[in-house]
């Protein structure tokens, strides 16, 4: 699924400070992403361990599904109000 236009006024509803959604949304994508990577090298260890490799897979009968991308999922967790998140101290008291 392709990202679409979000307007501003969307944002607004979740912070008054454009700059701090794009850095939510951008921290949450990179958690997405690191978590993905994570559950790969998981899965590869596992089928390491399990010997796996001796099967011989048709290629054919393989079918690719692409998850939706890090990105489009970080902005619509944003925008429906799924994040929560926190100033650090610094920010906090300046």
Avoid: N
């Avoid at 590869?44 to 998850?67: A, L, N, R, Y």
């Avoid at 939706?68 to 902005?75: F, G, L, P, W």
């Amino acid at each position: 699924m392709s990202l679409k236009p979000v307007s501003f006024s969307k944002m607004d509803e979740q912070t008054d400070d454009i700059y701090e959604a794009v850095v939510v949304m951008s921290q949450r994508s990179k958690q997405i992403l690191r978590d993905r990577l994570v559950e790969t090298m998981l899965k590869e260890e596992e089928e390491k361990e399990m010997g796996v490799f001796d099967e011989i897979i048709d290629p054919d009968s393989v079918t690719f599904q692409e998850p939706e991308k890090e990105t489009t999922v970080a902005i619509d967790e944003f925008l429906k109000g799924k994040l929560s998140w926190r100033k650090s101290t610094e920010e906090a008291s300046e």
